[in-house]
């Protein structure tokens, strides 16, 4: 430490009250030493029912930066909620004065600018560091992470001992201490009113984070959320850290902490040294807990090697060792009491015994351990007992040292390895097959769609340029201004894992077994789910090619052409649906028709009037649109878009389709309103709305809600059959309703809908769709259809699929959308497919008055289908057109 450094921070936190002048700085003590987080919070960091606060945080790790030369902490951006978003970099004070040279360093050896010389490479193995980052408590009722991060900095920053050394002289720590801000604090401020009442393990009723709560952790490709931005930000535009562990807490009843390596299947795009290192990392963290006499410490479970969007997961396909560990929950930050098992001898299948083996909820004590087999994965199995934050910031505490002082140990080992992978990634590309993945924007239905990905991909680092000329490839011709994204590039298996169709392995624990299921969604084909086609070029690309790089956020130029008051566009994907919202916002009237159906169907024309040609070029400009303005209204068929008066449910269960729902529409401008219970149930609204629309959830869970007696009173409960009559009365009146997923069941049950939901009933052997995209066809002429490609791409993940059944007369049930008769699945895992295929995806009833759109696709799963983003906005404007 700097003594004049440590000295003024001391005067500025301690001594002298704000606005007061510093005096010279010697004549303070200089033996007083940084506070302890002890010291600072007031209690020992994991005490029974103790919580540090982020805003408390963040104030300590400024005092330490202030107090230590080992630490700075760097603010990345804000929180979706407007709370900085920060890392902490932490090593020697020499390294941290020349932190531009040791990113250079990084930056060469994931061959950011270009190959590596031999001399630059050997420069890089000799003084580069490992650089590693870990992240805390993505979700935030994981609450152990973020607690541990407190003693850890201060132990780095205060701690003279030579293992201490050996570590800050040899690694780059790069520590995100939350990876949630907003939802670390929803969820203290929560614990806290609760604790002490009978309401102590009642659930947080709304997302820990304000739009995907959970799914946080499903963003990494889609990059949606800020977080996830930034995250991106620092790991594949900054710093390019080798070793990533993201830290999370599990259920209760059983292993302590999982550590890596995961579980099959693989995934074919990874280098096999990085699941290698995942094991070495995960074992060192495993030994140094068995050393320090710790139980349960488990490996090879529950956590799949296949799967993209969770957070350390997608660092695999950028050649960096992305590492898990989960630790056994508490109920929040109070501690759970588990009956005792015997070694060997699993009990025997009790009546329900405690609840709450999730990650929190429930009280009395918790059933105890079945798995207590000892074995190679898990040899010293946990037995029950007392389990506490404390042990959870203890195991946490040993598993993150023994992560980076495993990194120092191996330093030169681990840069030379991850060169090797790096090396051998960019000469695959230049072997071929694949070469390249080229985009040709202006030949998508929607254009802008090819924009959208490209600025994905970005997003993750993958480098992507425009062809300055036409080419050829795989004799196949490319026009000038076609996007490619050479394989000759570091993150070109995560290009290629993202681009391509994925094929699950299915795993089986015999042959005789039911397939296992997969962690979560087997299906990311990002050119699929916005609605692009990419191909594979084998070959490698003309070498005569000049090839320039595209900026950041890339764009089509929009414009408005002609003369006139009236200006048209296609409406061919979501950014019609902004313009529309944003012109209707400026007061303009418009109109939608359908063209005369060329080749590939007809296209939906948007007609405006009303807006200044300043107004409408702005709009035009902002999204990329082409419009042509023309001196008055063309004649014929039009349908009025208006604007429509939109309530969206929102249970108390924390929903997060819910959530992704509200950000899909808020991004494209739709004004909505939120509804609860008890708006619902209150009746006359058809007077508010003219469409209500309800997210994936159970019908039984909509109507009855979280009922249990911990539950707050204020949040119990669901519609109940008071709200199932008001939103039969409402249709009556003519309002529509849109129901997503298992929503739809809803409708189904409670009107007379001439419609079967066909997944009901069958078994999982008979039929399982965890997470696949699929064909599907589009009636283009249907209201809903609209702004959608005619063979198009849908999300599907056992939600209902359906058959019409016999009507009444006054009912007209319309089909917008279905999956083919042949080739269901496009990507991903599906069985069954025999059972859905010519069957109806998205169906609507007009039940004069009144009309109810049923999901069973799913149009805006997790905000990343936007191929069908469009046909979710069609139901909203159809809904305000009657
Ligand atoms: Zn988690």
Redesign the pocket.
């Known amino acids: 430490m700097r003594a004049t450094r440590l000295v003024l921070a001391l005067v500025l936190a301690f001594v002298v009250p704000a606005g007061v002048p510093t005096g010279p700085a010697s004549i303070v003590a200089q033996s007083a030493p940084l506070q302890t987080p002890e010291q600072f919070f007031g209690f020992r960091i994991g005490a029974d029912t103790k919580l540090a606060r982020w805003d408390r945080m963040l104030e300590y790790y400024r005092l330490v930066e202030k107090a230590s030369d080992r630490v700075r902490v760097r603010e990345l951006g804000k929180s979706t909620e407007g709370h900085p978003f920060v890392v902490l970099e932490i090593t020697s004070p020499d390294t941290l004065k020349r932190t531009d040279y040791f990113r250079s360093l990084q930056r060469r050896l994931y061959f950011q600018d270009g190959a590596p010389t031999a001399a630059q490479r050997d420069e890089v193995f000799e003084s580069g560091k490992a650089v590693v980052v870990v992240t805390c408590s ?2 935030a009722t ?1 609450v152990g992470a973020s607690q541990m991060a407190l003693e850890l900095v201060h132990r780095l920053a205060t701690d003279s001992s030579p293992r201490v050394k050996h570590v800050l002289d040899n690694v780059i720590f790069l520590l995100v201490p939350s990876l949630n801000p907003d939802g670390q604090m929803m969820v203290v401020d929560w614990y806290n009113k609760n604790l002490g009442t009978e309401f102590e393990a009642s659930p947080m009723p709304w997302l820990y984070q304000k739009y995907v709560g959970h799914d946080n ?1 499903r963003d990494m490709y889609m990059f949606t959320q800020v977080e996830s931005q930034l995250t991106a930000k620092l790991l594949w535009h900054d710093w390019f850290p080798s070793v990533w562990l993201d830290e ?2 599990m259920g209760s009843n059983g292993a302590r902490i999982f550590v890596m390596p995961a579980t099959d299947p693989i995934n074919p795009n990874v280098h096999p040294l990085i699941y290698r290192w995942n094991g070495l990392f995960g074992q060192a963290q495993g030994a140094a807990l068995e050393a320090a006499g710790r139980d349960g410490i488990i490996y090879n479970s529950t956590y799949t090697n296949f799967w993209q969007g969770a957070m350390a997961w997608s660092g695999w396909w950028h050649n960096q060792v992305g590492l898990l560990t989960e630790m056994a929950s508490v109920r929040t930050a109070s501690p759970t009491e588990q009956q005792r098992a015997q070694l060997g001898r699993p009990p025997a299948p009790a009546a329900e015994g405690g609840r709450g083996g999730g990650r929190g909820g429930g009280t009395g004590p918790l059933p105890a351990p079945t798995d207590v087999m000892p074995r190679t994965e898990y040899p010293r199995p946990w037995l029950g007992g007392r389990w506490t934050l404390r042990d959870i910031v203890d195991y946490e505490l040993i598993a993150t040292m023994a992560t980076l002082e495993y990194a120092a140990d191996r330093r030169e080992t681990l840069l030379r390895q991850i060169y090797e992978v790096n090396r051998a990634t960019v000469e695959a590309g230049r072997k071929g097959d694949p070469a390249a993945i080229v985009i040709t924007p202006d030949t998508q239905p929607d254009p802008l769609a090819a924009y959208r990905l490209v600025d994905r991909l970005q997003i993750a680092g993958v480098k992507v340029y425009r062809a300055d000329a036409a080419f050829s490839a795989d004799d196949k011709n490319y026009p000038a201004g076609t996007f490619v994204v050479p394989m000759t590039q570091v993150f070109a298996r995560y290009a290629k894992d993202l681009l391509e169709k994925q094929t699950y392995p299915e795993v089986r624990r015999s042959p005789t077994s039911p397939p296992e299921a997969p962690y979560d969604v087997t299906a990311w084909s990002l050119g699929l789910l916005v609605g692009v086609e990419v191909t594979f070029v084998k070959n490698p690309l003309p070498e005569s090619l000049a090839l320039t790089p595209v900026p950041a956020s890339p764009r089509r130029a929009g414009a408005v052409t002609g003369s006139g008051a009236v200006f048209v566009f296609d409406y061919s994907g979501p950014e019609g649906a902004i313009a529309i919202n944003r012109l209707l916002k400026a007061g303009a009237s418009i109109s939608s028709s359908r063209s005369t159906p060329g080749a590939g169907g007809g296209r939906t024309v948007v007609e405006v009037s009303g807006v200044t040609p300043r107004t409408m070029q702005d709009v035009a400009a902002a999204l990329g649109l082409q419009a042509r303005a023309m001196p008055k209204r063309t004649a014929g068929a039009a349908t009025a878009v208006r604007t429509p008066r939109l309530g969206v449910y929102q249970p108390w269960t924390a929903s997060m389709d819910e959530g992704w729902t509200r950000w899909v529409i808020e991004q494209h401008e739709f004004p909505y309103t939120t509804l609860h219970n008890a708006d619902v149930k209150a009746g006359k609204l058809r007077d508010r709305f003219d469409v209500i629309l309800f997210a994936d959830q159970q019908p039984n869970s909509i109507v009855a809600g979280n009922a249990s007696s911990s539950t707050r009173p204020e949040y119990r409960g669901g519609i109940g059959e008071d709200g199932v009559a008001a939103l039969k009365a409402f249709v009556a009146a003519g309002g529509t309703l849109v129901m997503l997923g298992n929503a739809c069941d809803l409708a189904i049950e409670h009107f007379p809908l001439p419609v079967k939901n066909l997944k009901r009933g069958l078994t999982r052997d008979q039929h399982f769709a965890p997470g696949t995209i699929m064909n599907v066809e589009v009636d283009t002429g249907h209201p809903l259809g609209a702004g959608v490609a005619a063979r198009t791409y849908g999300f599907y993940n056992n939600s209902p699929f359906f058959a019409l059944t016999e009507g009444f007369s006054s009912q007209q049930v319309s089909v917008a959308a279905r999956y083919p008769n042949i080739n269901v699945v496009a990507s991903g895992w599906l069985r069954g497919e025999e059972h859905m295929a010519g069957r109806a995806a998205v169906v609507s009833v007009d039940l004069k008055p009144g009309r109810i759109v049923l999901f069973g696709l799913r149009p805006q799963h997790r905000a990343q289908t936007q191929a069908t983003f469009p046909m979710l906005f069609n139901s909203l404007y159809q809904a305000a057109g009657q």
């Open positions: 993505i979700h994981e952790n999370h807490q």
